[in-house]
């Protein structure tokens, strides 16, 4: 497991896709974890002391941030990108890919951890029902969100990462899998339009 | 050339809609049990919906094991690296949820639900990449 990192020259001449050399593909890169861990911890301590301002910092900004890749991405980078020649999103998707792979799984977590325990915090969640629908169809949307990124994004962006990596990689296989990250980012967007609708009503019942 | 298919165009068992239909039944009944919050759900549904979960999991797991002529090198390089990603997001969650005093059979039955959540991940996602690649793809170093 140790070159998952991608950062380990795989063959020496190798020839270029996209203006990238192959064996510099990066698939995680490492420099950026120390942020990730730093966040992690700051989740961590905000939901050991209840530390509300931190856990409220936490939900809306990081739901803020995965709202608007998510939208930005899907509604207006994926349109783009479906246009572009596959050597020109093959180039775009190695610096971009590797970016998406520490920050989306990072803002999904942070938000949905310091959610759950500010909606404990502030009574949201005890609300009772018919207002209690609000959050059951929030729960839904994210789970609908988490089915189709885990089950079919993530997947697509981790395969072209590494048929990026191989001497001659597939064009078709690229464009292929492009599309369907194109077309699930796209739904995984309509999706964060539902949360932000309920999300707003939630905060202001 | 030698004819045979190669890692981009055999046919393979349907592992990836297998795997992503368990992790949709261990996430309903995820929501499900949330929808009751604060108060405890009703167990039998979320407990079948689990039991889903767990044996769609096992049948890929056995679906991966017969599998011949495959890139198990990168399925273990980046299932493993899944797998520790999301054993950390999971104890984070469990976490949260010790931490809000859940307690007894409610507690069991989610701890079930992240457990199946993190280990059909590193199968998804170790899959897709593997199955893309030669068999003779092994350690480059």
Redesign the interface.
């Known amino acids: 497991m140790a070159d998952v990192t991608g950062e380990i020259p795989l063959a020496a001449p190798a020839p270029r896709v996209g203006g990238v050399n192959p064996a510099l593909v990066t698939i995680v890169p490492l420099r950026a974890l120390p942020l990730v861990a730093a966040a992690l911890a700051f989740l961590v301590t905000a939901v050991i002391g209840n530390w509300s301002w931190a856990l409220d910092f936490l939900h809306v900004a990081g739901g803020g941030l995965w709202t608007g890749v998510d939208l930005f991405v899907g509604l207006v980078i994926g349109p783009i990108l479906g246009r572009m020649s596959i050597p020109a999103r093959t180039e775009f998707a190695t610096r971009f890919m590797p970016k998406m792979l520490l920050i989306m799984p990072t803002l999904v977590i942070v938000t949905l951890a310091s959610g759950l325990q500010l909606a404990r915090l502030t009574g949201d969640l005890a609300v009772p029902y018919p207002n209690h629908w609000w959050l059951v169809a929030s729960f839904i949307v994210v789970g609908l969100m988490a089915v189709i990124a885990i089950g079919f994004l993530e997947p697509a962006n981790l395969a072209v990462l590494f048929e990026l990596k191989k001497p001659n990689p597939n064009g078709q296989l690229i464009g292929r899998l492009m599309r369907r990250f194109v077309y699930t980012a796209g739904i995984t967007g309509v999706l964060q339009i539902a949360t932000l609708i309920i999300m707003t009503r939630i905060a202001t019942w | 050339m030698s004819g045979q298919p190669t890692g981009?165009d055999r046919q393979l068992p349907p592992i990836?809609t297998v795997?992503?239909v368990s992790?949709?039944a261990v996430?309903?009944a995820?929501?499900y049990l949330?929808?009751y919050?604060?108060t405890q759900a009703p167990l039998p549904l979320p407990t079948a919906l689990v039991a889903v979960g767990v044996v769609l999991f096992l049948v890929s797991a056995v679906m991966l094991t017969r599998l011949r002529e495959f890139a198990w090198f990168?399925f273990?390089?980046?299932g493993?690296?899944v797998l520790l990603?999301y054993l950390?997001?999971v104890g984070?969650?469990e976490?949260?949820l010790v931490?809000?005093q859940t307690r007894g059979t409610l507690l069991a039955l989610l701890t079930v639900i992240l457990l199946i959540f993190a280990l059909d991940?590193p199968i998804?996602?170790g899959f897709?990449?593997a199955?893309?690649?030669e068999a003779r793809d092994s350690d480059?170093?």
């Open positions: 981009t990836t795997v992503v992790m949709a996430i309903t995820g929501i949330a929808a919050l604060p990168r273990r390089q980046v493993g690296w990603a950390v997001i984070m969650l976490f949260v931490i809000d991940i998804l996602l897709s990449v199955r893309y690649q480059p170093a």
